[in-house]
């Protein structure tokens, strides 16, 4: 079974503070994908990154940074300097690589609101 | 290039109604996913379309829910009777079925309110 936990459901900080949005996951398969989504106030699930279970280097683009561990089946996000506009709900998802296995399950998401 | 659509973006609808709701796949996109999210929960699957065929509906809740995708393109999802239990947001999803690129791009979403 396949399974996403993001135990933060709120967090919030003050405009230019780093945070940090907690994922663990859980799953049988040896390889698969790893996903966070952004759903601002529009609604919209906004892809930011996809990571292979292969690939364990950490990415940063720009503010954001990801560090995937596979030791400790987390993939966490960390938004450098937060700004108002980051104030979103963040998603957390997991995919197995299997042919014709295209869903992806998600954790419950991570309210995070950054005051002015 | 116009992204994936759900029409409408919110329905209030009395307990016993039916609700249809639609997504329009971003075009070329032969994968085509519903997703629900309930009470502030997780999003869980619930179903995934290749071209017209159901490819996985293992996340339908029960028979009162019922999707299509005739002829390959828009879907439909019907909840007949809805129930309150129903309530929640209601996410498309679509992606190619080929090639490197298989992100799944999401709708806005339906917001669906049973009272």
């Known amino acids: 079974a396949q399974k996403v936990t993001q135990a933060q459901t709120e967090i919030s900080v003050v405009e230019k503070e780093d945070v940090t949005l907690d994922c663990v996951y859980e799953t049988r398969d040896t390889t698969y994908y790893l996903f966070w989504y952004k759903q601002p106030p529009s609604g919209e699930l906004v892809f930011l990154i996809r990571?292979?279970?292969?690939?364990?280097q950490n990415e940063i683009s720009g503010r954001y940074s990801w560090n995937f561990q596979k030791s400790t089946s987390s993939f966490n996000f960390t938004i450098t300097a937060s700004q108002v506009v980051d104030s979103a709900v963040y998603f957390c998802a997991l995919r197995a690589i299997i042919q014709g296995a295209q869903k992806l399950v998600f954790g419950q998401g991570t309210r995070l609101t950054i005051n002015p | 290039e116009a992204g994936v659509t759900q029409f409408p973006s919110h329905s209030v609808i009395e307990k016993g109604q039916t609700v249809t709701l639609r997504c329009d796949p971003i075009s070329g996109h032969d994968n085509l996913y519903w997703y629900r999210r309930v009470m502030g929960k997780e999003i869980k699957f619930l179903l995934h379309f290749v071209k017209e065929s159901k490819q996985d509906e293992s996340g339908m809740p029960n028979n009162r829910f019922l999707a299509e995708r005739t002829g390959g393109t828009y879907s439909t999802l019907k909840v007949q009777p809805a129930e309150l239990e129903d309530s929640g947001v209601y996410f498309c999803?679509?992606?190619?079925?080929?090639?490197?690129?298989?992100?799944?791009?999401f709708g806005q979403g339906t917001r669906l309110t049973v009272v």
């Open positions: 990571r292979n279970s292969f690939d364990e």
């Open positions: 999803a679509s992606s190619l079925i080929r090639g490197k690129n298989t992100e799944a791009f």
